[in-house]
């Protein structure tokens, strides 16, 4: 029997949105969203948020999270990698039932609007393929052969590829896929190891989610919703 639980890290103190993880978005906090997908996902047995803030902590509750613990501020910085706080997870899940969950099911508090049938869709995806390490959900993502960047102190183009690929025909070129935070899913195998995804990354195809990083981004996520919803 696969032990799956969501993981929902959400840390205080955002700044590109300011409270960003509590923040109305169509009447209710930007965070229910992704705890309501964990709780109604089928296959997801135990929905949890891991958060350094009471004030993130008291509201998920109120939405049926569990929020066991604070998260130590050590593991909640600007700069903290995510394996951090799922390994810390881990630790206290082990400590308090004696063993690990398979699968967490990582749902991101600042994409909203997911589909549960995409949810469930990736759990089983992953589930039939044993070998994979993890599943990152991608979207299709332009012509990334074709960019540039311009280099620090100069005003010309620098090709990130080989520049044959900008003589090539679009339809000639590999299509390329951009991670986007609809929903990952993480093994604890691997995570024990020390790795966040591994070496074999199941790749799920989803549509393009709403990402709220800016003021900006959370209006369009209120037009987009009114929409949705």
Same mark, same amino acid.
């Given at each position: 029997m696969h032990k799956?639980?969501?993981v929902i890290p959400a840390r205080g103190g955002s700044k590109g949105v300011v409270n960003k993880n509590i923040r109305d978005l169509c009447g209710q906090p930007l965070i229910a969203y992704s705890i309501l997908d964990g709780i109604r996902c089928k296959s997801i047995e135990e929905t949890y948020v891991t958060t350094d803030c009471p004030d993130i902590a008291q509201? *998920?509750?109120k939405y049926g999270?569990?929020?066991p613990f604070l998260r130590p501020k050590k593991y909640a910085q600007d700069t903290s990698p995510d394996i951090e706080w799922a390994q810390h997870f881990l630790s206290w899940y082990k400590e308090?039932?004696?063993t690990y969950p398979e699968y967490i099911v990582h749902l991101r508090a600042t994409t909203p609007f997911k589909k549960l049938e995409v949810i469930e869709a990736a759990i089983q995806k992953i589930k039939s393929e044993p070998e994979a390490t993890s599943l990152? *959900?991608?979207e299709e993502f332009g012509e990334v052969y074709k960019s540039f960047t311009i280099p620090k102190n100069s005003q010309y183009l620098s090709p990130i590829f080989d520049i044959r690929y900008h003589l090539m025909p679009r339809q000639s070129l590999e299509p390329t896929y951009l991670p986007n935070g609809y929903v990952d899913i993480l093994k604890t195998e691997t995570l024990l190891k020390g790795s966040f995804h591994g070496d074999k990354i199941l790749a799920h195809v989803v549509p393009k989610v709403c990402e709220i990083d800016t003021e900006a981004d959370l209006e369009y996520a209120e037009f987009k919703g009114n929409q949705f919803l």
């Open positions: 799956i639980v969501a509201i *998920s509750m999270a569990e929020v308090r039932y004696s990152v *959900s991608v």
